[in-house]
């Protein structure tokens, strides 16, 4: 008979009623590998079952006709445990018909033997399923590896990713004629007022998900005024109509910012694309009389409809060298003349509702 290099580290556990049966393995294999006994199914689980998290057998050789459990219902359970799935399972029996191969194969066998046995081919089978067993560890360990080494260079992009926006959100501060307490306001009207839109229209598709990147991209929906001259960023007074179309081209220029990082960046889960749509037409009105596309009613995404809302909002309570800030009650009153206008006329009687924490909300940041 040929031997085994894998005496000392493998153990196999042999499954048999008969104790003649028992001996006869035990003598095949005990020059080879560690082997332990057992006389019935019920046994055999509960050898495994005193190593719960480490498999007991690295192979188990069990016999179909046993009484109380035979071997199919032995394999059965194993199978279905989580620590011992893996071993391989060679059936030893002198059921010998291809309905009673196909049945052990069905349970979860690895192999089938009819009796009496070959000790050489039985050595030899045994000896290439706990090599193919190696293969698979190894296998399953190098992808384990591989998942972690993806996931930590995941997060790395994550990091990058995160801290990329953060500096655009921090450029888009800097670059605002007011204070960046505007872009913290007006996300919270668009947060605020998304909600109640989904509370009160909930056809209109403003899903959780979908307001929290509306809600996280608002903060960028100036970044286009970066590439505004300052000397009409930061203008004293009215700009001239000259001036205001370059003012205007803001819009464009932050879709044009946006749409280069999500060349470079990809999406970021979307975030990036709303991000874009965002500064794109957050100037477009109902009417189609607003920039840059002028576009109209629906054809407005409704991210573009809620910023528009919140941006003119905090516009009119903020204070210009030319111009005093309004009241709450007088924008809220302009707001409300707006729309079907300038305003979606849905999206206008939600931000009625929630004119209170508006207001609010606006006390507090300015």
């Given at each position: 008979m040929g031997s085994a290099p894998l005496a000392s580290t493998k153990t196999l556990l042999c499954v048999d009623d008969t104790p003649a049966n028992l001996t006869l393995l035990n003598e095949c294999l005990k020059g080879h590998y560690t082997v332990k006994l057992a006389n019935s199914g019920q046994k055999a689980l509960s050898l495994l079952e005193k190593s719960p998290e480490k498999a007991l057998a690295d192979l188990i050789l069990l016999d179909v006709m046993m009484p109380d459990m035979?071997?199919?219902?032995?394999?059965?359970?194993?199978?279905?445990?989580?620590?011992?799935?893996?071993?391989?399972?060679?059936?030893?029996?002198?059921?010998?018909?291809?309905?009673?191969?196909?049945?052990?194969?069905?349970?979860?066998?690895?192999?089938?033997?009819?009796?009496?046995?070959?000790?050489?081919?039985?050595?030899?089978?045994?000896?290439?399923?706990?090599?193919?067993?190696?293969?698979?560890?190894?296998?399953?360990?190098?992808?384990?590896?591989l998942e972690q080494k993806l996931s930590e260079r995941l997060t790395?992009?994550?990091?990058?990713?995160?801290?990329?926006?953060?500096?655009?959100?921090?450029?888009?501060?800097?670059?605002?004629?007011?204070?960046?307490?505007?872009?913290?306001?007006?996300?919270?009207?668009v947060q605020m007022l998304a909600e109640e839109v989904e509370r009160t229209y909930p056809h209109m598709g403003l899903d959780e998900n979908t307001r929290d990147l509306i809600v996280q991209a608002a903060p960028l929906h100036d970044i286009g005024k970066i590439t505004t001259p300052d000397h009409i960023l930061l203008k004293p007074g009215k700009l001239t109509p000259e001036e205001f179309d370059i003012m205007k081209q803001h819009a464009q220029s932050g879709a044009d910012i946006l749409k280069t990082a999500i060349n470079e960046m990809g999406s970021y889960g979307g975030f990036l694309e709303v991000a874009q749509e965002i500064a794109l037409t957050h100037h477009e009105k109902w009417d189609g009389s607003g920039y840059p596309q002028g576009l109209q009613g629906e054809s407005i995404p409704i991210s573009g409809r809620l910023m528009a809302l919140?941006?003119?909002?905090?516009?009119?309570?903020?204070?210009?060298?030319?111009?005093?800030?309004?009241?709450?009650?007088?924008?809220?009153?302009?707001?409300?003349?707006?729309?079907?206008?300038?305003?979606?006329?849905?999206?206008t009687e939600c931000f009625k509702n929630i004119g209170e924490k508006v207001a609010a909300i606006t006390e507090e940041l300015l």
């Open positions: 035979d071997g199919y219902d032995v394999c059965r359970r194993i199978k279905e445990h989580e620590a011992w799935r893996d071993i391989p399972v060679i059936f030893i029996t002198s059921k010998t018909s291809p309905e009673d191969e196909k049945r052990a194969l069905q349970e979860g066998g690895s192999d089938f033997i009819p009796k009496p046995i070959n000790p050489d081919i039985l050595l030899a089978r045994i000896k290439t399923h706990l090599e193919l067993g190696d293969y698979h560890r190894k296998l399953r360990d190098e992808n384990q590896m790395d992009l994550f990091k990058l990713q995160q801290a990329t926006l953060t500096v655009m959100i921090s450029l888009a501060e800097f670059r605002d004629e007011n204070t960046g307490n505007h872009i913290k306001r007006t996300q919270s009207y919140a941006d003119v909002y905090d516009a009119l309570r903020s204070e210009r060298p030319y111009k005093k800030a309004f009241s709450h009650q007088e924008a809220l009153a302009i707001i409300e003349e707006g729309a079907g206008k300038h305003f979606d006329p849905r999206l």
